[in-house]
Every structure is written in structure tokens, then in C-alpha cells.
């Protein structure tokens, strides 16, 4: 060969490498081109919702007290969040509404008071009082002298001022002040519970003197938050990744064996094992959750099944493969101490297996955990359902939170959990089981 | 004589030491099977208390749906072709989400791996931080964050695709900088010897070594974004998903259409599944033609 030859080869070689190098990005960019266009990337601005989002993010990190008055009756209501989970008692409030009998005087803080009077007025610092007086003719608001800012929506049968201490809204039959505040409301304990609003330190005192039961169980039973539903959801959760997982291990065991060659000396059953694992893995775990949803309705035992047949299919390939791979001496070895089958499988084989199908197991465990909490959103168990409650009515955003908190740190910990098993059992006892 | 008997008492008491041994790890195993036995009777028993219906009251209806879907495709199976072109579209979206994510996740997931891995971050304070982002993404399932941003950018194809974007470049963020970790440092320091930069270092140094895995975990992402792509499509997010459940939720009338997109989807998992497996086979073990000349 000349050097001629080989130059050739070599400029020819770094010809097509230099093409590859431009062609891949290229090829990549032209399709995500492609799927940027068919999904209409560029009409998001139109769909997507600012409000929503603003809706959104307030809502993580405040709340809103609903202070409201019955036109008609004169009847005031108090409510954390507009909900009766969080409605003061009659005749109770916070401490900045002062309830009379003839006017209720409203502190929004910063200098802005709202009064329920005969005529319902709100001062505003730096621009003066509005003053209504809603009736059968309307609102009649009268505003200060001068433009109409754009914060104050003013028409004949509805009055809203939106500012930043809060927000009036007034219309013929109804007055409502909304007034924020920072944080999760009622996270600890609900209105109605005789510790709700006690500092820490006097919590501690009083658990201490003997109510320790009392306390715990106001907050598990907190309406508003629902503590105890939710470490059941929770539980439930990793019950449905539990079963699922582990009950496909035991039964994909068996199986295995009559799917790996070196085992099943019977080839038209080890097809039949292998399609069966196929079909069991491509029908995919949607299908199974809305199959199994139909027969066993929603919870966790549905859940579970879906995982299990899926996983079944998966760990069958997989386990079929690890027995095709065992090395036949260590088997000979014992069986030729005379060991019968059953000492041959039990000595011979498992030991070196278990490594492999423990580790495979327990690395499912945790994937597992997250597909349980997204078919507990579809059929309805788990943490999955309270999710997807709190997401659909599109307010309790400080909920939605709070539950994809607890999803992070739950998988975290089965991620966790199954990490230090696999320490434990394949590192610690060379026996294998 | 007396040498000989010490020996035999030697041995009897190694024998009977080792015997003990043996004894006690059998209880210990005795027990953590029975323990595990325990955990998984009373787990089920739960599951299936709380459970709306029953396991063995529903046992004898698992079949019904099946039944009742595949009798009415046979019913109408001429019309079974017509469905399969109508729900390709739908199709060719699911697997658009899980192609566009994959490829997002890979590029997103590639550059986070090179600034977690010990030897190769340009920033090495940088690694823990970096890490502990890719250990929360992995953690939230992909429903989560596409329920929240369908109620922001509305439903559609794209929450899905970020969506899963995201949840793909934690999960190859962590594999593939174990790869990087196993790559090897000499043709790095080669090219920063002659003054390559990070960039260049990088794409020149570390890629060429460690392309075929990367790609071999890419492919087999893309698996899994196909399932997990049908599956947002069901809560909203566009794609064939979203036809099942309204075929599915429109009731009596429409399972032969239901049975259509069940046809579809199992031909496009076992399809993607044979083919990737393949593709990975190749990457990984096999020499591919290409190896010569690369």
C-alpha cells in the first residue's frame, strides 16, 4: 500500500467523520424542528394562561381570608380560604374585624379600613374613601374627584377594588373583603380545634401535662389538610409499588426458569413463556390499570395488580437471561456431592443468581413507587387521587405543593431504602439468600 | 496417638462451630422469609380492604372489559383498518412527545452528567448542587409536573414533552455520569495539554469513549417515554392517551375504537422495544461496522 493509498483513505475517513458530525446535530435539529411545529410551540403564548400562573404561585406561599356580608340579612360570615373547613364560628373572627351590631370595621392593615355599615366604604391611603351603598337601584359608588384608576372596576351593579392589602368586591346582595396572608393556613390545626393558635412552647407544656394523645390526634384529623388521609395515601402508595413489585419477583421466578434454554429443555414451552412475557410487557401498564380498574374498581389493590403483571413480563426477560448466563460448574460441582435436583437448583443456581435478580428487584422498587402514584392518578388510590383532587379545583395550589413535596421525599426514601437493602443483602452474605 | 485424638477434637470443634454457624444463618433467613411472607399476606389483605371492590369478588370480572372491547371489534372488524389510520395521527403525536422529550432529556441530561462527574466539571463545587437537581428531577413522576402545567399552558402536546424532559434528564443525568466516571482521563488531559477548552475537551475527549453507552441509555429511555407519553396523554396531554380515554369514556358504542388504539399501542411498544434492544445490543456488545473505521 502507498502512502498515497492511506492518505487517501485517511482524508476520506475524516471526510465522512466530518459529515456525521454536522449531519447528526442536524438531523436532531430538523426534527425537533418538525415536533415544534406540528405541537404548535409557538400558539402556546396564546393558550398558556398568565392568570392561572399568577393564581398559581400566589397561592404556594399565601392565603386568602374571606370576609363576606349578606346584603340582604346583614349576616357576616369569616371563612380562611372561602371554605367551610375554615369558617370562623358565628359571632368569632380574627382580630382585625371588629363584628357590631351596626358596623363592622375591617383592618386591612397599612391604614386601609373597610366598614359593613348601611353603607359599605373602604378608606384607601393616598386616595380617599370609596363609599357605597348597595341596594334594589345598584351599588352607587361613589369614587373620589378625579380618573378612576384602573385597579377600581366600577359599574352600576358591581363595585371590585383590588390593592395590596386586599381586595372589596361589592354587588347588590353581597359585600367581600379578601384580605392575604403569608403561609399555609391552618396547617397545624383547624378553627374549630381548641389548639388552634397556641404558640409552640405552650403546645409542649400542655403535651407534656398529659394531652400529647389530644394534640396528635387534632392534627391528624385536621379538616383543612387531612394529615392522617394523607399518610394513608402515602402508604397506600408504596403498599401498591411493594406488592407489585415483590409479588412479580415471585412469580416471575418460576417462570424464568421455564423460559431460559439452559432450564426449560422443552422449546415449545419456553416460546410460549417468552411470548407470554412479551405480551405481559407490551400491553403496558396503562392498559392493565384501565382493565383491572374495570373489574376490581379504584384503590390500591388495583394499583398493585397493574404493576405486578407488567413487572411480571420485565422481570421474567430479565430473570430468564441472568439463569441463560449461570455458570454450569458450580452446578456440576454440586451435583457431584449428590445433591438431588431441587439441592442442585437450591446450592447450584440461586446462589448465583440472587445477586443479579435482588438488585434488578430492588431498583423496580423504586421506579415502581412513581408509576404507583401515576396510576393511583388514574384510577383513583393514592397519593396519585389526592393529587389530582387538588389540582382539579384549581385553588388548593398550597395542597398540590405540599403533595409533591411528599411524592419527592417518598421516592427519595424508597430510592433510599432500596439502595441500602442492596448494600445489605448482596454485599453482606456471600450465600446469596 | 494422643496427637491424633487432639487433632479429632480440633476438627469436632470446628465441625461443630461451623455447624452452628450454618444453623444460625438458616433461622436468620428462616426468619426474614417469614417475615417477608408476613409483610406480603398482610399487605395484600390492606390493599385489598381498602380496595373499592374486592380481589376475589372481581376476580371472576377481570375478564368482562377484555371481553366486552374485543367482542365488539369483532363485531365490527371491518371497520377495524378505518380506526387504525384514523388514530394514527394521534399516533405519531405520542411518539413525537416521547422522541422530542428524549432528545431534550438527552441533551439536558448529557451537560449535567459532565458537570457532576468528579474529573470532568468544570466546577467543582458545582457537583453537589448539580447532583442533588438531577436526584429531584428523577423523584417527581412526569404526572405531576404535566397536571401543573396543563393547567398553565393548557392541554396539548407540549406539558407532556416537558414533562417528561425533565424526569428524563434527571434519570440519564445520573447513568450516564456513572459512565463518565469509568472514562478515561489520559485523552483529556491530551487535549488540554495542546490548549483545548472545557467545550472542546469535552466533545474531543470524553464523548468519542463514551458514545456507545450514552446512546444505549438514551435508547432505552426512549421505551420507556413511549409508555410514559400514552400515559400523560390520558390525563390530558394530547396523543393517542387522550383518544383511549374518550373512546373509553364516551361509553357503550365505541370499545371497537378503544381496541383499535389498544392494537396501535401494543404494536408500537413491542415494535420500539424490538428495535432498541436490537439498536443496544449492537451499541454495547457487538462490533458494528462502523467500529473499524471510528
Redesign the interface.
Known amino acids: 500500500m502507498t502512502a498515497a493509498t492511506i492518505q487517501h483513505q485517511a482524508t476520506g475517513l475524516i471526510r465522512r467523520k466530518r459529515f456525521t458530525a454536522f449531519a447528526l446535530p442536524a438531523v436532531i435539529l430538523a426534527y425537533l424542528a418538525y415536533t415544534f411545529i406540528s405541537f404548535d410551540v409557538l400558539g402556546l403564548a396564546e393558550r398558556a394562561s398568565l392568570k392561572n400562573a399568577a393564581t398559581l404561585v400566589t397561592d404556594l406561599y399565601s392565603y386568602k381570608t374571606h370576609v363576606s356580608r349578606d346584603n340582604r340579612s346583614g349576616e357576616i360570615e369569616i371563612a380562611i380560604e372561602g371554605e367551610r373547613k375554615g369558617r370562623y364560628p358565628a359571632g368569632t373572627g380574627p382580630d382585625w374585624v371588629a363584628l357590631g351590631d351596626a358596623e363592622t370595621v375591617i383592618d386591612l392593615g397599612g391604614g386601609h379600613v373597610v366598614r359593613f355599615g348601611a353603607q359599605v366604604t373602604y378608606d384607601i391611603p393616598g386616595y380617599g374613601r370609596v363609599v357605597t351603598e348597595p341596594g334594589r337601584s345598584g351599588v352607587n359608588a361613589q369614587l373620589p374627584e378625579g380618573a378612576v384608576p384602573e385597579w377600581i372596576n366600577a359599574s352600576r351593579n358591581r363595585l371590585s377594588i383590588t390593592t395590596d392589602a386586599g381586595r372589596l368586591t361589592v354587588t347588590r346582595n353581597r359585600a367581600e373583603v379578601f384580605r392575604y396572608f403569608t403561609g399555609w393556613e391552618l396547617f397545624f390545626f383547624t378553627l374549630d380545634s381548641p389548639y388552634h393558635g397556641e404558640s409552640f412552647g405552650t403546645l409542649v407544656g400542655r403535651a407534656m401535662s398529659g394531652e400529647a394523645g389530644a394534640i396528635a390526634t387534632e392534627f391528624w384529623t385536621n379538616k383543612m389538610w387531612r394529615h392522617g388521609d394523607v399518610a394513608w395515601a402515602i402508604f397506600e402508595t408504596m403498599l401498591m409499588a411493594f406488592l407489585g413489585t415483590f409479588g412479580a419477583a415471585l412469580i416471575a421466578l418460576p417462570l424464568g426458569f421455564a423460559a431460559a434454554r439452559n432450564f426449560a429443555p422443552l422449546g415449545g414451552l419456553r416460546f410460549v413463556v417468552r411470548r407470554v412475557f412479551d405480551f405481559l410487557r407490551g400491553v403496558d401498564g396503562l392498559i392493565w390499570t384501565i382493565v383491572l380498574s374495570r373489574a376490581f374498581g379504584p384503590g390500591p389493590m388495583t394499583g398493585a395488580l397493574a404493576i405486578l403483571l407488567t413487572d411480571t413480563g420485565t422481570f421474567g426477560k430479565i430473570f430468564s437471561e441472568a439463569l441463560e448466563n449461570v455458570d454450569d460448574k458450580q452446578i456440576e460441582g454440586v451435583a457431584s456431592t449428590g445433591a438431588r435436583p431441587i439441592q442442585r437448583y437450591r446450592f447450584g443456581v440461586l446462589p448465583q443468581i440472587t445477586p443479579v435478580l435482588l438488585s434488578q428487584v430492588l431498583y423496580f422498587l423504586e421506579s415502581n413507587t412513581r408509576s404507583a402514584t401515576i396510576i393511583g392518578a388514574i384510577t383513583g388510590g393514592g397519593i396519585g387521587l389526592l393529587l389530582t383532587q387538588a389540582i382539579i379545583t384549581q385553588k388548593d395550589w398550597e395542597e398540590v405543593a405540599y403533595y409533591i413535596v411528599l411524592i419527592t421525599f417518598m421516592v427519595m426514601l424508597m430510592d433510599w431504602v432500596s439502595g441500602w437493602l442492596r448494600r445489605r443483602l448482596i454485599k453482606g452474605d456471600e450465600s446469596g439468600i | 496417638m494422643a496427637e491424633a485424638s487432639d487433632n479429632s477434637i480440633r476438627v469436632d470443634g470446628i465441625q461443630l462451630a461451623y455447624m452452628a454457624q450454618v444453623r444460625a ?1 438458616r433461622i436468620m ?1 428462616l426468619i426474614l422469609i417469614v417475615l ?1 411472607a408476613a ?2 399476606f398482610s ?2 389483605a ?3 380492604a ?6 376475589w369478588d ?2 371472576g ?2 375478564l ?3 371481553a366486552d372491547v374485543f367482542g365488539e371489534a369483532m363485531e365490527r372488524a371491518h371497520l377495524l383498518p378505518g380506526y387504525l389510520l384514523k388514530y394514527l395521527p394521534s399516533l405519531l ?1 405520542t411518539v ?2 416521547a ?2 422529550a428524549t ?2 432529556g438527552a441533551v439536558m441530561g448529557l451537560l449535567l452528567s459532565l458537570l457532576a462527574t468528579r474529573g470532568l466539571a468544570p466546577f467543582p463545587w458545582l457537583i453537589t448542587p448539580v447532583r442533588r437537581l438531577l ?2 428531577l ?7 409536573i404535566a ?2 402545567l396543563i ?4 392541554g ?3 406539558p407532556a ?1 416537558i414533562a417528561i424532559a425533565l424526569h428524563t434528564t434527571g434519570a440519564l443525568g445520573k447513568l450516564l455520569s456513572e459512565v463518565n466516571e469509568n472514562a478515561s482521563l489520559k485523552p483529556v488531559e491530551g487535549l488540554e495539554s495542546v490548549g483545548a477548552n472545557w467545550s472542546q475537551r469535552m466533545a474531543l475527549g470524553v464523548l468519542p469513549q463514551v458514545a456507545p453507552n450514552h446512546l444505549s441509555y438514551v435508547l432505552l429511555r426512549f421505551e420507556i417515554n413511549i ?1 410514559a407519553s ?2 400523560l396523554g ?2 390530558g396531554a394530547g396523543g393517542i ?1 387522550y383518544d ?1 380515554r374518550n373512546t ?1 369514556s364516551w361509553g357503550q358504542g365505541k370499545f371497537d375504537e378503544a381496541a383499535a388504539i ?1 392494537v396501535l ?2 404494536l408500537t ?2 415494535v420500539v ?1 424490538q428495535c432498541s434492544s436490537a439498536l443496544r445490543n449492537r451499541l454495547t456488545h457487538g462490533t458494528s461496522p462502523s467500529k473499524v ?2
Do not use: C, K, Q, W
Not at chain 2, 381498602?50 to 380481589?55: Q, V
Not at chain 2, 428523577?138 to 405531576?144: D, G, H, K, L, T
Not at chain 2, 393547567?151 to 393548557?154: A, C, I, R, V
Open positions: 444463618r433467613n417477608f409483610l406480603m399487605g395484600f390492606t390493599a385489598d381498602r380496595n373499592a371492590g374486592g380481589f372481581g376476580l370480572n377481570v368482562d372489559f377484555p403525536e413525537n412527545i422522541g422530542a432528545l431534550l436526584d429531584i428523577r423523584a417527581v413522576p412526569e404526572i405531576v397536571l401543573v393547567f398553565l399552558l393548557g396539548g402536546p407540549v414533552m409508555r400514552a400515559i390520558f390525563v392517551g383511549l373509553m389498544f399501542l401494543f411498544i413491542v422495544d473505521t471510528s
